[in-house]
């Protein structure tokens, strides 16, 4: 199935779908025909919000639109993708939405740092976005992720994953309701790189290096021919006794 994109004008959708009742229905699509460039990556939160789709469901009495097939949500450098997505509008006209992994594909997440070439990416089986905050929740088999440029940074998984876009904060909790074969514990689980250029790095790179430069080192014993063995005792007859 092709997907389609929801950019109709608001005032052309307004129009066909019968007057000023269903404005806020409609809003919640944010259709513009242009998306404007998006400017420093802390302003993603007033950007608007653009999503593609296979089809969608409007639920008036909730205000909300269920996405569906192959959904992707982007707003200046955030972009969210998932099978299925519920995107409701709040009385204060803010967003939040839901987005849900298929059966054997995560919801993942990626977002551009301020004014730096540094990423934050990551997949959960569901995640949830807070368009006022600019919160994501990494839910359930949740891994989060640091690249400078194309290098991995951190690497931090664990069941749930709170990534804060505004202060920069996260925050990870462990002891998994849903224990994994990778992880049967449910414990919290990071790995750090010191960051590239720094001395930390070099000292590693040239160990690295090193390790693996180096020789291999025969085992003394390798080659030996094994020891001959004894031969057994036969057990002594009846008329021996």
């Known amino acids: 199935m092709t997907n389609t994109t929801f950019s109709l004008p608001?005032?052309?959708?307004?129009?066909?779908?019968?007057?000023?009742?269903?404005?806020?229905?409609?809003?919640?699509?944010?259709?513009?025909?242009?998306?404007?460039?998006?400017?420093?990556?802390?302003?993603?939160?007033?950007?608007?919000?653009?999503?593609?789709?296979?089809?969608?469901?409007?639920?008036?009495?909730?205000?909300?639109?269920?996405?569906?097939?192959?959904?992707?949500?982007?707003?200046?450098?955030?972009?969210?993708?998932?099978?299925?997505?519920?995107?409701?509008?709040?009385?204060?006209?803010?967003?939040?939405?839901?987005?849900?992994?298929?059966?054997?594909?995560?919801?993942?997440?990626?977002?551009?740092?301020?004014?730096?070439?540094?990423?934050?990416?990551?997949?959960?089986?569901?995640?949830?976005?807070?368009g006022k905050a600019d919160l994501v929740k990494f839910v359930n088999r949740a891994q989060l992720r640091q690249l400078r440029g194309a290098t991995l940074a951190s690497d931090t998984s664990g069941d749930l994953i709170v990534y804060d876009a505004t202060t920069e904060k996260i925050t990870v909790s462990g002891n998994s309701a849903k224990p994994t074969p990778a992880n049967p514990g449910g414990r919290i689980r990071s790995v750090l790189m010191p960051r590239e250029g720094s001395e930390a790095a070099a000292e590693m790179a040239d160990a690295a290096s090193a390790a693996a430069s180096a020789p291999l080192k025969l085992s003394p014993t390798l080659g030996a021919s094994a020891p001959a063995t004894a031969p057994a005792t036969p057990l002594p007859s009846k008329g021996n006794r």
């Open 10 to 130: 608001f005032v052309a959708l307004r129009r066909a779908l019968g007057g000023p009742s269903i404005a806020l229905v409609v809003a919640l699509v944010l259709a513009l025909a242009t998306a404007a460039p998006a400017q420093a990556e802390r302003a993603d939160r007033l950007q608007q919000l653009n999503i593609d789709a296979g089809s969608a469901l409007t639920d008036l009495q909730k205000q909300s639109i269920v996405y569906t097939g192959n959904v992707v949500i982007s707003r200046g450098t955030m972009v969210i993708r998932a099978e299925r997505v519920e995107v409701r509008q709040l009385p204060s006209g803010y967003y939040t939405a839901v987005a849900f992994g298929a059966a054997n594909r995560a919801a993942t997440f990626r977002q551009k740092r301020d004014g730096v070439n540094e990423y934050f990416e990551g997949e959960a089986e569901r995640l949830e976005y807070d």
